[in-house]
T-cell receptor, first 116, second 111 residues
Framework: GAVVSQHPSRVICKSGTSVKIECRSL??????MFWYRQFPKQSLMLMAT?????????EQGVEKDKFLINHASLTLSTLTVTSAHPEDSSFYIC????????????FGPGTRLTVT | DQQVKQNSPSLSVQEGRISILNCDYT??????FLWYKKYPAEGPTFLIS?????DKNEDGRFTVFLNKSAKHLSLHIVPSQPGDSAVYFC??????????FGTGTSLTVIP
């Protein structure tokens, strides 16, 4: 089955630094990748949708200059949290879709970011 | 390999009837399971969860059943309503640091 990996699985960084999270589709080509942030009440918030080779589409309220998304290839998307602050501490999950059926998303295992 | 599987990509149910969505997992170390509901163009929203120490959790019309020996969980929605039409994802976690999601089941409730 389709596998999506994320790296790192857990990262601790100091306030003011930047952190990059990678999302890879291991055995299929992902035309679209999604980035989510999980909040304490367990709901996932869609942050942005990225298509290979084009700029990401950010959801309302998500700062695109703070959360830089790059989808350079059909198997890799990266999320860079720039100038991280403690309030950015969260669980970030990516998912990848390979076809036109929107609900066929394959989720990565998530990255726990802690900003001190 | 997929550690969490939803083998039915779609399901149609008549309004008022029971909807049963199934999910299988392979990792016996998973200790927490969740169901998410997702409408088009929105992020998934948390629906209900269950700890591995339980075999049933109920919240209104939604009940999740866990069968650890079979590594299987299911979500029952009764009675089903048209507003329940959405994609449902199950997820499993080990220690809460990583979550593994299924690929989703699209539920259509027919009025």
């Amino acid at each position: 089955g389709a596998v999506v990996s994320q790296h790192p699985s857990r990262v601790i960084c100091k306030s003011g630094t930047s952190v990059k999270i990678e999302c890879r589709s291991l055995d299929f080509q992902a035309t679209t990748m999604f980035w989510y942030r999980q909040f304490p009440k367990q709901s996932l918030m869609l942050m942005a949708t990225s298509n290979e080779g084009s700029k990401a589409t950010y959801e309302q309220g998500v700062e695109k200059d703070k959360f830089l998304i790059n989808h350079a290839s059909l198997t890799l998307s990266t999320l860079t949290v720039t100038s991280a602050h403690p309030e950015d501490s969260s669980f970030y999950i990516c998912s990848a879709a390979s076809g036109s059926i929107s609900y066929e998303q394959y989720f990565g295992p998530g990255t726990r970011l802690t900003v001190t | 390999d997929q550690q969490v599987k939803q083998n039915s990509p779609s399901l149609s149910v008549q309004e008022g009837r029971i909807s049963i969505l199934n999910c299988d997992y392979t990792n016996s170390m998973f200790d927490y399971f969740l169901w998410y509901k997702k409408y088009p163009a929105e992020g998934p929203t948390f629906l209900i969860s269950i700890s591995s120490i339980k075999d049933k959790n109920e919240d209104g019309r939604f009940t999740v059943f866990l069968n650890k020996s079979a590594k299987h969980l299911s979500l029952h929605i009764v009675p089903s309503q048209p507003g329940d039409s959405a994609v449902y994802f199950c997820a499993a976690s080990n220690t809460g640091n990583q979550f593994y999601f299924g690929t989703g089941t699209s539920l259509t409730v027919i009025p």
